[in-house]
T-cell receptor, first 115, second 113 residues
Framework: GAVVSQHPSRVICKSGTSVKIECRSL??????MFWYRQFPKQSLMLMAT?????????EQGVEKDKFLINHASLTLSTLTVTSAHPEDSSFYIC???????????FGPGTRLTVL | KQEVTQIPAALSVPEGENLVLNCSFT??????LQWFRQDPGKGLTSLLL?????REQTSGRLNASLDKSSGRSTLYIAASQPGDSATYLC????????????FGKGTRLSVIA
């Protein structure tokens, strides 16, 4: 149990386009979802926290207009990278936690490459 | 602000050796601590989760300890194998609220056959 999926696993796009990444909790209801990004050989950096039905809370330095997060249901959160640029190329990982539960479960990640 | 440090950053050992990875955190007010494994280009695999009230957890050849008051955790890997080669990440959940995990930078382990 407690499986989190991400789609797509890999995406290559041209500079200026928008990319949407989906994160789904497959067998539990995720009251909170987290989005992280990871640069090569670096650790995971938290981008934002989203609670179902509420606006996401972004970490300092993360542009909310550039990284749009929607958590419309208890099983789905989306991250849209708007007007992507090469510096947005990174590994994006989502994580989900259900209410009154200790553990965060992680998706397999999405590799974004912006040309 | 909670900060997590992992030492060493990289480690190379011959197959069969026992090894210890270290993790320290600046704020002892934590809810729990997790150790993860990450293979290159892949997501995270949870290895062990230790609640703040616990001292250690074991799973197979892995043993994680927690000394909350001193802000330290260790991951002990017994009889290392080449398949253990990966990056090991330590993460803590702060005590207050529905807060996300805070990660260290990881230890990159290579086990040489």
């Amino acid at each position: 149990g407690a499986v989190v999926s991400q789609h797509p696993s890999r995406v290559i796009c041209k500079s200026g386009t928008s990319v949407k990444i989906e994160c789904r909790s497959l067998d539990f209801q995720a009251t909170t979802m987290f989005w992280y990004r990871q640069f090569p050989k670096q650790s995971l950096m938290l981008m934002a926290t989203s609670n179902e039905g509420s606006k996401a809370t972004y970490e300092q330095g993360v542009e909310k207009d550039k990284f749009l997060i929607n958590h419309a249901s208890l099983t789905l959160s989306t991250l849209t990278v708007t007007s992507a640029h090469p510096e947005d190329s990174s590994f994006y990982i989502c994580s989900a936690r259900r209410a009154s539960y200790n553990e965060q479960f992680f998706g397999p990640g999405t590799r974004l490459t912006v040309l | 602000k909670q900060e997590v440090t992992q030492i060493p950053a990289a480690l190379s050992v011959p197959e069969g050796e026992n090894l210890v990875l270290n993790c320290s955190f600046t704020d002892s007010a934590i809810y729990n601590l997790q150790w993860f494994r990450q293979d290159p280009g892949k997501g995270l695999t949870s290895l062990l989760l230790i609640q703040s009230s616990q001292r250690e957890q074991t799973s197979g050849r892995l043993n994680a300890s927690l000394d909350k008051s001193s802000g330290r955790s260790t991951l002990y890997i017994a009889a290392s194998q080449p398949g253990d080669s990966a990056t090991y990440l330590c993460a803590v959940r702060p005590e207050s609220g529905n807060t996300p995990l805070v990660f260290g930078k990881g230890t990159r382990l290579s086990v040489i056959a």
